[in-house]
């Protein structure tokens, strides 16, 4: 189908307001798709749901019908913007049909940022809405930079109900002070654990604290004393420029925390981090690997009570099993779980041999099995030493 029968069809549709109604930049982008001559190459490239949902925003703008926007925009998808992706035509069908009602039930204003739009598509200042579009352009972007700000100053204690990790922070945060404080009158172990829980606090998972996760969390902060401590986002930290351009930065790309393709199909995270061609570095690896480490040991001491308690080379197998197999697949070696709680590591590590995973992992297996097998209890007046 040729171009311009798009446009004729448009002019159809809007009868008399379609000499106000089609804009330049609508004009251009029916009538010849996206110019990649247009493009620098540091500019990204829009993809096809990028266009399908800017047109589907502008038809709910010019008062166009959801079915007549949806009809419409999935044969201009079809015929024009199959080049964008490796979609069969029933799926950029479908995926159109999907982003029109998104864009028509979520009410998404039309904003084409006018000669900065992101589709390098013609624009006049002739235009209709020229002015308008500046305004919105201007409201949106202030709209946006307002609530990145006050989410980023939202340091208060949280007063609502908890409903994830996030949410803990705070409590733990004043735990933790709590802890510190004591510790520094010398209080015993007991005495802060029973404290702890006189004040309803909790640990930075939302649970009770145990004396397992007491001793975790005085082992910590007695490892971090012995070298500075670097918090990536203290205010303190960052200046006032760097505080503003996380804000503007986040604001533009985004914040993604599951890999994605950006617009130029390069593999990314976060906030525009571009892992094909930078990747991590090795502080970023350890950084996370510190983290998963942390979030393995809060999986495990609900399933071991007297974790901190165990031997550490069985402390070692469970986080590296737990590490490697995630906390379902962990839970699943339930017979294991049962002997380690019951001290026969023997027993353990015959479960761990008797396994998939052991077959699967081979010389990592060999290995944890041989160091639960070879482990011993401490003697009690040591483990509370």
């Known amino acids: 189908m040729e171009q311009n029968q798009f446009i004729d069809r448009l002019t159809t549709l809007l009868g008399d307001a379609a000499d106000v109604s089609i804009y330049p930049c609508i004009g251009d982008l029916v009538a010849n798709g996206i ?22 925003a502008w038809c709910r703008e010019v008062h166009m019908g959801k079915e007549e926007c949806r009809t419409w925009l999935s044969d201009y998808a079809v015929s024009t913007l199959a080049p964008l992706s490796k979609s069969s035509a029933s799926r950029i069908r479908h995926s159109t049909k999907s982003n029109v009602k998104y864009i028509y039930q979520s009410e998404q204003p039309f904003i084409c940022k006018r000669e900065n739009n992101a589709f390098q598509a013609a624009c006049s200042k002739a235009c209709p809405v020229y002015n308008e579009m500046g ?28 409903s994830g990790k996030e949410i803990y922070r705070e409590q733990f945060l004043a735990a933790k002070q709590l802890l510190l404080q004591e510790l520094s009158k010398n209080t015993k172990q007991t005495a802060i654990l029973d404290l702890l829980k006189q004040k309803g606090m909790k640990t930075r998972t939302g649970r009770e604290w145990t004396y397992a996760t007491l001793s975790h969390e005085i082992r910590k902060i007695r490892q971090d004393s012995n070298t500075p401590a670097v918090h990536p986002g203290e205010p303190a930290a960052l200046s006032p420029l760097t505080e503003n351009l996380i ?20 593999l990314t995270i976060g906030i525009g981090r571009n892992l094909e061609e930078k990747g991590i570095t090795e502080q970023e690896a350890r950084m996370l690997l510190k983290n998963d480490i942390q979030e393995c040991l809060e999986d495990l001491f609900p399933l071991f009570e007297h974790f901190d308690a165990l031997p550490e080379p069985v402390q070692k197998v469970l986080v590296d099993m737990r590490f490697n197999l995630g906390p379902a697949g962990f839970r699943q070696f339930k ?15 015959a479960q761990m041999k008797d396994s998939r995973w052991y077959r699967q992992v081979k010389n990592r297996a060999e290995t944890l099995t041989a160091m639960m097998k070879n482990a011993h209890m401490p003697d009690k007046t040591e483990s509370r030493a």
């Not at 001559?37 to 047109?55: A, G, H, K």
């Open 335 to 349: 017979k294991m779980i049962a002997a380690v709680n019951a001290g026969n590591f023997i027993e353990a590590a």
């Open 247 to 266: 804000l503007q930065l986040t604001t533009h790309e985004g914040l993604r925390l599951k890999p994605y393709r950006c617009p130029a199909g390069k």
């Open 135 to 162: 305004i919105k352009a201007e409201k949106a972007a202030a709209d946006a930079l307002a609530a990145m700000e006050q989410r980023h100053a939202a340091v208060t204690p949280i007063t609502a109900a908890p």
């Open 35 to 56: 110019q990649l001559s247009r493009f620098s190459p540091s500019d990204q490239i829009p993809n096809r749901q990028d266009v399908t949902q800017y047109l589907a």
